[in-house]
């Protein structure tokens, strides 16, 4: 039972609500002027808790990004005092990425020093021997880029772990730690799953983002 787009074409929709919603996700991403023009263009109020931190955030964000996993802790430690000490797997994440950057810099007696003293406490706990083992093996490689766990120099990894760092001080200040448009996007993922679940065979199809796109 397919809907039709043009269904949704009467339905009122608030500008603010839209101006909310996008604002929602360029503080999250913090991109600093884009926001000061939006809330200058559109006539906003300027949310001063949700611009609060955000010049912090960005920095630690591209440190994270760019593979200066230290600097990324030293400034999450100055703006979230306890927050990596809570969330273990969080500062586990950061340390391999510095561990990862040293192996790219062929730096393997320096690399090696840092996980002893710094990685492998964490070895302690059953969850993060897999992790420990995959990293220590970047070490066999002559050019660990092409070695077969060479996902973890990527920058996708890199992204990963900056985009849950974020999420994780935003959550820590009390602000949400998804943007409203995931939180649309999730909810409308499960009312549609609900849904085909209720009505059976010929229920909703999956919700696809990328279909509805297309729409």
């Known amino acids: 039972m397919d809907v039709d787009p043009r269904h949704y074409e009467h339905v009122a929709i608030n500008d603010n609500d839209i101006r909310n919603v996008v604002l929602s996700y360029l503080v999250h991403n913090c991109f600093n002027e884009t926001v000061e023009s939006f809330i200058t263009s559109t006539g906003m109020k300027q949310p001063a808790d949700y611009l609060e931190g955000m010049e912090k955030r ?3 964000f591209h440190f994270a990004l760019e593979g200066n996993a230290l600097k990324a802790i030293e400034l999450t430690n100055q703006l ?15 340390l391999s990425i510095h561990f990862g950057e040293l192996v790219r810099s062929r730096k393997c007696t320096e690399a090696l020093e840092f996980a002893m003293s710094k990685l492998t406490p964490f070895g302690k706990v059953q969850k993060y021997i897999e992790k420990l083992e995959d990293f220590m093996a970047l070490l066999a490689y ?9 996902h973890l120099l990527s ?15 935003l959550a820590h200040m009390n602000l949400p730690s998804y943007t ?3 939180r649309l996007i999730q ?7 609900c849904l085909s679940q209720e009505l059976g065979k010929d229920g909703l199809p999956p919700f696809s983002l990328k279909d509805f796109l297309k729409s």
């Open 80 to 94: 979230a005092t306890d927050l990596l000490e809570k969330k273990e797997d969080l500062h586990f994440d950061l």
């Open 155 to 169: 920058l996708d990894y890199r992204q990963q772990v900056a985009d849950s760092l974020n999420r994780a001080i």
């Open 142 to 150: 002559e050019e660990p880029d092409k070695s077969p766990m060479f």
């Open 58 to 60: 960005k920095r630690i």
């Open 187 to 193: 909810q409308t993922t499960v009312v549609r799953q």
């Open 180 to 182: 409203a448009m995931e």
